[in-house]
């Protein structure tokens, strides 16, 4: 089997295990990239829109609609910083905390119960060794894995 081939179907597989959970999320009236963009900001604790817009890959102009929506509802909170006043710092509220929480524990149940009933133990097993090499690609930068 040739890389290319082997790259293809772990992609592929990758696509649908995450189409397969983005299927199990319960409408909390966000979109994919508002989602993404509250997730973001948790996984940073405190972040400014430009850093955000490097670590999602977009434009900051493109966030903006996305941060405004997420603010109205409570889940992210801006502020200025101290440091420097033309900058603003976004950061999860308590809300946003808990919406996040709630949705990752709604798909980790669904993937656990998913995994039980599908796998066999060894595969449950072999899966479970494979997560932190998968987290290790996913962290990885473009052309820069380790």
Known sequence: MSPSVNATELRESIMALTRQLRR??????????????????????????????????????SLTDGINLLESRGLVARRTDVDDRRRQLIAVTADGVA????????????????????LTELEFNLLM???PVLRKLADADAGTAQ
């Open 24 to 61: 199990h999320r319960s409408d909390n009236g966000l979109t994919l990239s508002q989602q993404q963009i509250l997730g973001e900001v948790s996984r940073s604790s405190v972040t400014t829109p430009a850093e955000l817009a490097t670590r999602m890959h977009v434009r900051v102009q």
């Open 99 to 118: 919406l996040l929480e709630a949705d990752r524990a709604e798909r980790d149940e669904w993937l656990n119960a998913a995994m039980r009933e599908t």
């Open 129 to 131: 060794l494979v997560a």
